[in-house]
């Protein structure tokens, strides 16, 4: 009986592609399994090896866990692995080349490897784990940061990103918003349904167009 990957390679093929030539892949699984993906059973990246030109990798709503060999596709430009069960980050780093991460509805725990990829115009971490964003390293070109659903007491780290325009930190634990009082290119905040009680930070952020504040205890 063939692999999960072997039958990814076999609808690759019937759709007249050339696995090693191509530069985008797109899985999806979905309820109603309307998509001849739907029935394979990914549970790991290990078939990857057999894509080496890839730049856009789209795998969302499977059970990846493993994400060994990921590493090895340093071309890769955009990466959506939403809706899986992944819960170690630490293969993301060798991914330099990286512009958009879309890693919803995982199991990450913390940023690891996540925090140094410094080419990110785009981070959506929405619906995992994650307790601290402090580890995050000078992000110069991240536009779009979403941090919605987490664990998240703190916002020490954002900081680092100057150049910010959305920021979706909806659904944590958050107390301050000092953090964001240099995000001048901020426009688009949702922090409703944290326990910030002090909006002052974020008083002179003067593009700030779209903003949620929403489900915070009342400020004294």
Not at 134 to 148: F, G, V
Request: net charge negative; with cysteine.
């Amino acid at each position: 009986m063939n692999g999960p990957w072997d039958q990814v390679v076999q609808l690759i093929e019937q759709q007249g592609e050339v696995p090693e030539e191509l530069n985008s892949l797109e899985l999806i699984s979905d309820f109603n399994r309307s998509r001849p993906e739907s029935t394979i059973e990914l549970v790991d990246l290990e078939g990857l090896k057999r894509f080496p030109n890839l730049q856009k990798l789209r795998i969302v709503g499977f059970e990846i866990r493993s994400i060994t060999g990921l590493a090895e596709h340093g071309l890769l430009k955009h990466l959506d692995l939403s809706f899986n069960d992944i819960s170690d980050s630490s293969s993301f780093g060798a991914l330099e080349s990286l512009k958009t991460l879309k890693l919803q509805g995982n199991r990450l725990c913390k940023l690891g490897s996540i925090a140094g990829l410094t080419q990110l115009v785009e981070l959506n971490l929405y619906k995992n784990k994650i307790e601290s964003v402090a580890e995050l390293k000078l992000m110069p070109k991240l536009i779009s940061l979403n941090l919605t659903d987490n664990g998240l007491r703190s916002l020490d780290g954002v900081e680092n990103c100057p150049n910010l325009q959305e920021l979706y930190c909806w659904d944590n634990q958050v107390s301050s918003l000092e953090p964001l009082r240099s995000l001048e290119q901020l426009h688009v905040l949702f922090c409703h349904e944290n326990q910030i009680t002090d909006f002052s930070p974020i008083h002179d952020l003067r593009k700030l167009e779209q903003i949620d504040t929403s489900s915070n205890p009342m400020g004294p």
